[in-house]
């Protein structure tokens, strides 16, 4: 990145360049769960690495990773009334590419299909995995179709008939080479404790700029006008403390484009009297529910994911 670049970065907020990462899930089944993410959304084994009792396994489609599984056998199961993950979301870059994913992950026997909506500004299916995390398959709307009110972005939940779209967009040739389709986490969906305290957080602190908002239930929230990079509700855990040591969510990862996007963050974050770790090429701190957000520089390879 060039000075003139430089001297564009944003003192108050995340840059309009930012990605989010793969996401990381502790799970109990390591064989299971990635079995499931192979066979259900066509991922596959990028890198693995064992590290004392733990087992690190990253997956995804192409070079890109889109999960990170760490075997920890013995924690608790997803309580679904504590703060944590309500859903990855996985993006893909066509309707097509959406419907194979689709295809294959509703006919898993180890999916649970918990709806599917147009959103307005994207198209969606939600399924759960066999530990209990939540999983968005969708594809966006062109950008120009987008709607505003007052100053928000405007979404809708709309019934969408899966049957209906899988017969217009299922495509026999891109069903065959589902693997060789691209993706990539193109939102995370969190629960929290408080809409208010989260905003604190992730509008305030890291950066975020707030797309929607539905009362004091749920927030979104974006860098660069995308509809929402991160969204949190309160729908199952309302007034929910700090997260115990369970199974599910462990780290939310966002890629920042130069070292001046993480300077801004941390002083930022260094004004909030925030604690964090630097250690020059990333930025990890915890949310006000013990979520781990990691945001690193580009070029992270699957084996940088696991030495975090």
């Keep these: 990145m060039g000075p003139e670049q430089n001297a564009a970065v944003d003192e108050r907020a995340l840059s309009a360049g930012l990605a989010m990462d793969a996401v990381t ?12 993410y192979e066979n259900a959304l066509a991922l596959t084994p990028i890198e693995e690495r064992a590290g004392g009792a733990e087992v690190h396994r ?3 489609r192409g070079d890109v990773p889109m999960v990170r599984l760490i075997h920890t056998p013995g924690l608790p199961g997803v309580n679904p009334r504590e703060a944590g993950l309500f859903h990855t979301a996985f993006l893909f870059d066509d309707a097509a590419g959406l419907a194979a994913t689709v295809y294959r992950t509703a006919r898993d026997p180890c999916s649970r299909f918990a709806g599917s909506s147009d959103h307005l500004v994207s198209e969606a299916f ?3 995995d066999p530990e209990g995390n939540g999983i968005e398959l969708y594809v966006d709307r062109p950008r120009e179709t987008w709607g505003h009110v007052d100053g928000q972005i405007r979404m809708d939940t709309i019934y969408l008939d899966p049957n209906a779209y899988l017969s217009t967009h299922l495509d026999e040739a891109v069903l065959s080479a589902v693997e060789r389709q691209s993706g990539g986490v193109g939102h995370v969906h969190l629960q929290v404790g408080d809409v208010g305290v989260a905003r604190g957080f992730y509008v305030d602190a890291l950066g975020f700029e707030v797309t929607a908002s539905l009362h004091a239930s749920a927030l979104f929230a974006s860098a660069g006008g995308y509809h ?3 969204a949190m509700n309160t729908w199952n855990s ?3 403390g700090p997260r115990a040591a369970t199974l599910g969510l462990a780290d939310v990862a966002i890629t920042l484009p130069a070292r001046e996007d993480l300077d801004a963050l941390a002083a930022r974050l260094r004004r909030r009297g925030l604690d964090f770790a630097d250690d020059g090429a990333s930025i990890a ?3 006000p529910w013990g979520t781990r957000v990691t945001l690193s520089l ?3 390879s699957a084996a940088d994911l696991l030495s975090r």
Excluded: I, K, N, W
């Design 58 to 60: 990253v997956l995804g």
């Design 126 to 128: 939600y399924f759960t």
């Design 298 to 300: 580009p070029g992270s």
């Design 25 to 36: 899930l502790r799970v109990g089944d390591l064989e299971q769960m990635s079995g499931y």
């Design 238 to 240: 309302r007034g929910a």
């Design 228 to 230: 929402h990079h991160v």
């Design 285 to 287: 701190l915890d949310d």
